[in-house]
Structures are given as C-alpha cells and as structure tokens.
DNA sequence: TTTTATATGTCAGTTTTTCTCACATGTATT
DNA sequence: AATACATGTGAGAAAAACTGACATATAAAA
C-alpha cells in the first residue's frame, strides 16, 4: 500500500541536508527558520526516526538521515529539471546548449553564422560551463567529450570521436614530415584537466611516454592554445578544437591526429530527445564531418 | 534560482499519469475526483502547459505529460523506496530478502539453518519475487543472476559467477565420462527464461548450437528440474539450484559445468549497504564456496 | 435515439496544513 | 559574563487542499 510522508516536509528535509543549516533552507525555500524546524520534526515523527541533530550551532544529520537525504537530493534534481524543462519547452523558450568555453570560443562561435543559415527555426543560447559539469536547470543540453559507458539516467547522443594530436605554431618545425620523437627537443604544453592527453598520443605513436618532459601546465585548453600560438612550445589538443588555427595557418599539426577513446557527445537530462535537441545534434554531426 | 512546482499537485499528477484515471487517482490517494482534477488543473498553470487531456472516458498525456510522467514515476517510487527503507530500519524490522522461487526452494530453504546458526542476529524474510523484477518497497534486497554492467543508481554486491551445465537423472547415462555429443540423441528441457543456456553451454563445449533439439520448454526452472528428476530429458541448470540434488544423488552432471557472463548478485535499492546487508552478503558468499 | 452508467470539471464552503511572529533555549565567540 | 548566532516552540493567521453537490461530457445499453 502506498504511504509517502509529507512532501513539504521531505523537502523541507532535503534543503536542511543540502546547507546543513535550518536557517539557510529556511533562506532558500523562502519561509521562516519555524517552519522548516515544524517540518523536519513532522518528517522524523512520521518515518518515526531521528534524521538530523544539532552539532553545535548547526545541525549535522544522523545515519538515516544522510541515507534519506542522497535520494531526496537526487530526486528533487531530477524533478526540478523535469518540471523545469516542460516550463520552457512550453514557452518557447530557446534551447540553451552550454559546451566548455575552449570549445564555444574555437569551434562554435566561428560557426554560428552557418548553423543560423542552415537552422533558421532553431533558437540556440549558448552558454560556457564548467568542463566536467551537470545539466543545471536552465540549461537544456551540454557538449562535452567524455569516454563511454553513458549514465543510463541520461540520453547521450554520440556526434564524433575526440582525436588530439600535437599542434604548434608553423615556424617550429619547418620540414614537411618531422620524425615524431623531435617533439621530445621542445617544450611541451598540456592542461590540467587532461593529464592524459600527451601519453595517449605517444602510445598512439609508438613513443615511450615515460620520456616526455611537460614544459607547462594551463588551467584551460584556451590558454594553452593562446600559449601555443605565442610560441610557448607545442600542445596537445583536440582537432575541433583547432580547425581554424589549422586552416588560417596559425598553427600548424605535422603528425595529424589520432582518435582516443572520447566521443564528443550532446548530453541530455532526461531519456527524451525533444525537436530542438534532435536538430541541433543533426546539425552538429554535419557540420563535425565537414 | 530554485522553484519547484506544488509537489502535491505533481503527486496527484504522477498517480493520473499512472492509472490515466482521475478517479482511480482519487481513490489511490484517498481523496476525491474533485481534488485531483483540481491538482492537476493548478499544475497545468503552473508549468504553463497542458499535460493531461480528456480521451473518451478517461484521461491521456499530452506530449508534455508523458515526458514529465517519466521523471515523476521514477522519482516518487525512489522516494517510497527510500522513505519505507529509513521508516523499517528505524523500527527494527526484519531484512526482507526477495529471490526467485527456484532459488528459495532449492538452495536457500535448505541453508536457513545453517544461517541462524552463523548469524543468530540476523532476522531475515525471505519472499518469492519475479525473476526479473525491480525492487519493491517492502523488501530490502533482491538476490539474482544478471549480467554486469550494474545499473548506476542501484548497488549490486557480486557474489559469484554463475556456472550452467546439464543434469539428469543418474540411470539416463551410465558410463563415468560420456562424450559431450552423446547429449544430441536425448531430449533436451529448457527454461523460458533462458533461451541462451543450451547454446551457450554447447559453444563452451565446441558443439554447434544448431545441432541442439529442444524436446521441451518449461515456464519456471523449477518445473524443468521437476521434469528431469522424473526422466523427462536432460536439463540445463545454475550449479547452485541443484547441489543439493547432486550430492544426494537424484541428479548427476557428468560433464560439469561452465561459467557463464552472469553473476549472482545481491541488489540494493540504493548506494547504500546497511549493516544487515552487508552481513547477509558476506554470509552469502561464503555459503556460496562452500 | 433515448437511457443509463461512468467520468471529468467546477464551485462555495469547510477542514487541514503550513506559515509567521514572538519569545525561549542552546551553543560558540569575545 | 556578555554577545551574537542558531535552533525549538507556542498561538493565531494565512494559505492550501479537500469535500460534497451539481454540471457536463462520453460510451455503451436499451
């Protein structure tokens, strides 16, 4: 038979377990910190079980707490992506796609023109998010590279896989066809967030990574390329990413690319694929390949 | 900025969703009609979309309420589940453990025991469930054979593999090793469930499945097995359904058995392994070596 | 077609829940 | 000890949800 407590008082719950802090869920669910205290003490009587304490002058959650308070997180998420994503499709609304600012700046914002031409219907936001970041509300897809297997909450959608390979300006190497282990004369840039990008591409290459010395470390792939296009040393870097540079003659990439196992992927919040999304990611694999 | 619908309405919307009936709505939630159309109608405005739409006698999604649907199912069943797991454990109920019927009747029945013995504290349940079935609220744990990969939201703690090989009764073959193919003239049993058992056990063994002729298709593994014991044919089984039948000699496996992708699994209905869990588990498994 | 049974839609009034405001209490910092 | 900050709790007010009655819509039976 079915029996769910109070919602309120779950969600009451779960914005005390999110800040740890009756007056801040209090803040956050604009009501008073009485009426938060009110339903978390309705919830515990109705599960008949302590879920918090207080610690100190906040509250700290109990054993069964913390275990209630991973779903709640999960589900009021969800729902609130759900809910959110019917509101806007409803209104209109343009299809928000937020991708890395590497890939927005290099690869899409050169191609909005076309994509415009090609999609007139489609209203597109784009917006820059954090690398490794979830669908936020608000935001109704995300770009990113990542490897396989998919969260199976999520519809992934595969555009193309990810290929690097070593890019670097073109008066560096003047020859036609450098051998692959000159690379190891000069400094090499990589970034923080792909520690494993250099390694791959030797092993790709039958060099023994263990022999590579990384000259510098950048905190974004932007700042690495803008360091390769100074003349800095040679990075490693996706090919999208680089397509411009490459085709304008900024930089330069003698050994080509090799694939890795990332896929560039159109990240989906729910199992739904709506219109616009179906669109957008028809266009991208197009406008990928080309 | 945070802002979530009335999550009743979104309650009273799920269970229309689910029965596609404001009334059984009503009485699943004991309130009225009035109430849910009601619900439904203010949660209509709130997202500024219709999601629900007369159909005859009763109600349909629209396009928007079916994806909504998707998440709010998903989300309240997690939530029942969570809350009715915190509820339990705070009372100190016993752990309820669901396996299948074949599974309880021949080899659980025969270790309980064995089990008090080992774990006196333990107070278990056990409960037939449907082979493939999800968890319900109300039991704790489900024990199955699967094949990995796990799904992300749910724990599986692995226990062992499973090992398939034919039995029959002891005067079905007499000599010490017969030959493999000798299985060909006998008339073969299977289950529904597994339509994969023969013809993977046949690849393990180099014989071609096509040879295979299935003399007979039972609906429950413990059918086929009442069969074999009668002389009915040769079956094919998980080694753990009919140790005991080996051992006291109402079966024979002359030729073994071989494992097979799938593992025996202890499943959680969250992330979490609660203390009973984990001592069941770990009484498993070694139950299962032995 | 008319009738009947079954559903949903809506309204006014009532019940229930939830909130606020004020004050009490508990905990760390000064 | 004094102060600042946080939670706990009460009575009354505000908001939300529900009921019960009636209106309306649909499908099947007469």
Same mark, same amino acid.
């Given at each position: 038979?079915?029996?769910?407590?109070?919602?309120?008082? %779950?969600?009451?719950?779960?914005?005390?377990?999110?800040?740890?802090?009756?007056?801040?869920?209090?803040?956050?669910?604009?009501?008073?910190?009485?009426?938060? =205290?009110?339903?978390?003490?309705?919830?515990?009587?109705?599960?008949?079980?302590?879920?918090?304490?207080?610690?100190?002058?906040?509250?700290?959650?109990?054993?069964?707490?913390?275990?209630?308070?991973?779903?709640?997180?999960?589900?009021?998420?969800?729902?609130?992506?759900?809910?959110?994503?019917?509101?806007?499709?409803?209104?209109?609304?343009?299809?928000? %796609?937020?991708?890395?600012?590497?890939?927005?700046?290099?690869?899409?914002?050169?191609?909005?023109?076309?994509?415009?031409?090609?999609?007139?219907?489609?209203?597109?936001?784009?917006?820059?998010?954090?690398? =490794?970041?979830?669908?936020?509300?608000?935001?109704?897809?995300?770009?990113?590279?990542?490897?396989?297997?998919?969260?199976?909450?999520?519809?992934?959608?595969?555009?193309?896989?990810?290929?690097?390979?070593?890019?670097?300006?073109?008066?560096?190497?003047?020859?036609?066809?450098?051998?692959?282990?000159?690379?190891?004369?000069?400094?090499?840039?990589?970034?923080? =967030?792909?520690?494993?990008?250099?390694?791959?591409?030797?092993?790709?290459?039958?060099?023994?990574?263990?022999?590579?010395?990384?000259?510098?470390?950048?905190?974004?792939?932007?700042?690495?390329?803008?360091?390769?296009?100074?003349?800095?040393?040679?990075?490693?870097?996706?090919?999208?990413?680089?397509?411009?540079?490459?085709?304008?003659?900024?930089?330069?990439?003698?050994?080509?690319?090799?694939?890795?196992?990332?896929?560039?992927?159109?990240? %989906?919040?729910?199992?739904?694929?709506?219109?616009?999304?179906?669109?957008?990611?028809?266009?991208?694999?197009?406008?990928? =390949?080309?």
């Amino acid at each position: 038979m079915h029996s769910l407590p109070s919602l309120n008082a %779950l969600r009451a719950f779960d914005a005390v377990a999110r800040t740890l802090s009756m007056s801040a869920a209090a803040k956050q669910l604009h009501v008073t910190h009485g009426a938060i =205290s009110r339903q978390v003490k309705l919830l515990e009587e109705q599960l008949d079980c302590r879920l918090v304490e207080r610690a100190g002058r906040g509250v700290a959650l109990t054993d069964a707490g913390l275990r209630l308070a991973r779903t709640t997180q999960e589900v009021f998420d969800k729902l609130e992506q759900a809910c959110d994503q019917v509101k806007r499709s409803a209104a209109n609304a343009p299809f928000v %796609l937020g991708c890395s600012g590497s890939f927005l700046a290099r690869w899409f914002i050169p191609r909005l023109e076309q994509l415009k031409q090609d999609c007139p219907e489609l209203e597109l936001h784009l917006t820059a998010v954090d690398e =490794s970041q979830a669908i936020r509300p608000g935001v109704d897809a995300v770009l990113r590279f990542a490897e396989p297997p998919w969260p199976e909450d999520q519809r992934v959608i595969e555009l193309a896989p990810e290929r690097i390979g070593p890019v670097m300006r073109p008066d560096l190497f003047r020859e036609e066809a450098p051998a692959p282990d000159q690379l190891l004369q000069h400094p090499l840039l990589e970034t923080l =967030s792909r520690p494993q990008a250099w390694p791959q591409w030797c092993r790709a290459q039958g060099i023994d990574p263990s022999q590579l010395r990384i000259k510098q470390s950048f905190e974004h792939l932007n700042y690495m390329l803008e360091g390769a296009l100074v003349g800095l040393g040679v990075a490693i870097a996706p090919e999208y990413l680089v397509e411009e540079d490459l085709r304008t003659g900024r930089l330069q990439a003698p050994w080509g690319f090799v694939e890795t196992p990332s896929r560039l992927g159109l990240w %989906l919040p729910g199992q739904d694929i709506s219109p616009a999304a179906q669109l957008l990611a028809d266009w991208l694999r197009a406008a990928l =390949s080309r």
